[in-house]
């Protein structure tokens, strides 16, 4: 017995021990939206593709409503790796590169189907790595819907929204978009809006059905336009650094269980938003308004201006890539 609590004392002196289990790679994804909103069931989505893919070697907790970060302060928590995985609106990206800002265009593209062929085509891919030299790297883009409008009366011709304070993303080209139409814009944090509109901080907003909805926006607006004017969709993006790093089974495993998560939200995105639309016509306490091609006309027009204004920081060949993928045959 001795000998065995000897040999035991000098295996253990000598280091060679029998090293513990690795311990997982833990995954922090915030964002800012409510799980039922389609970037919300995707990052589920995504944890349980990514946990099955790779038993033991991740796992990814997910945050959503701004629980760990508002849409604010997403970006540096990612920089500093308080948090691993974000999905910020691509509103938010200008600061970091003016490419982006192609997507803010009002009026660019017709429909979410040509926003998805420039999105999948080389341009748009090229995209997801626009920000790398800054320290971030896009894997995916998820689509929330096309823009509306709403405020406390029916805007249906660009002479409404004038004199009115409108929130909107920390973008510049959101900006300059509702002062082209002698608008107010104000840029507020997506957890602020609700209150903002209830005290008449602002007047109006712009956002998907799916996001009105679940935010609801129709007990504090009366009127909703369907304009279809913009597009919020999302940008998973990660810290460059940190995902460099990974091992390649689990760069690879987190890929495959991003595409499977953004399928998922692609295909809900559609069916979450017309469901809001509706929900929110049959609540009886806001009205929703559908624009003739005449008054849709019209809007463009007073707002291709900003094309023009933004067009040299993003590059002319982005927006004309952009501007083809309206006319691309559907597949």
């Not at 306490?285 to 091609?293: G, V």
């Amino acid at each position: 017995m001795r000998k065995i609590v000897f040999w035991g004392a000098a295996i253990a002196a000598l280091g060679f021990i029998v090293p513990a289990a690795a311990q997982p790679i833990v995954i922090k994804f915030s964002h800012v939206v409510a799980e039922k909103t389609p970037k919300g069931q995707a990052a589920l989505k995504f944890k349980e593709e990514a946990e099955k893919l790779l038993p033991g070697k991740v796992k990814v907790e997910v945050y959503p409503s701004s629980q760990l970060f508002g849409d604010g302060k997403e970006m540096e928590a990612l920089a500093l790796g308080d948090v691993q995985f974000i999905a910020p609106s691509l509103s938010k990206f200008d600061k970091f590169t003016k490419q982006l800002q192609v997507f803010d265009l009002p009026f660019l593209f017709d429909n979410i189907e040509a926003v998805d062929r420039f999105q999948q085509g080389p341009v748009g891919q090229k995209l997801l790595t626009s920000m790398q030299s800054k320290g971030f790297l896009g894997l995916a883009y998820w689509h929330n819907g096309m823009k509306q409008l709403s405020a406390k009366k029916p805007l249906l011709v660009p002479s409404d929204a004038k004199g009115l304070k409108f929130r909107v993303q920390a973008s510049d080209v959101l900006a300059a978009q509702f002062q082209q139409l002698g608008a107010n814009p104000q840029k507020l944090a997506f957890s602020e809006v609700y209150q903002a509109l209830q005290l008449g901080t602002v007047d109006g907003q712009e956002n998907t059905w799916s996001n009105c909805y679940s935010q609801k926006y129709q007990e504090v607006q009366s009127d909703f336009t369907h304009t279809d004017h913009g597009v919020i969709d999302y940008m998973v993006v990660t810290n460059a650094s940190w995902w460099k790093k990974l091992p390649p089974d689990v760069q690879a495993g987190l890929k495959k269980a991003m595409d499977v998560a953004t399928k998922l939200n692609n295909e809900v995105a559609g069916k979450l938003n017309a469901d809001a639309k509706k929900k929110i016509a049959e609540s009886g306490s806001a009205k929703i308004h559908e624009l003739t091609p005449a008054q849709r006309a019209e809007w463009k027009k007073a707002m291709e201006p900003v094309w023009a204004k933004f067009e040299g920081g993003i590059g002319k060949d982005i927006v004309d890539a952009a501007k083809k993928s309206n006319g691309a045959s559907k597949s």
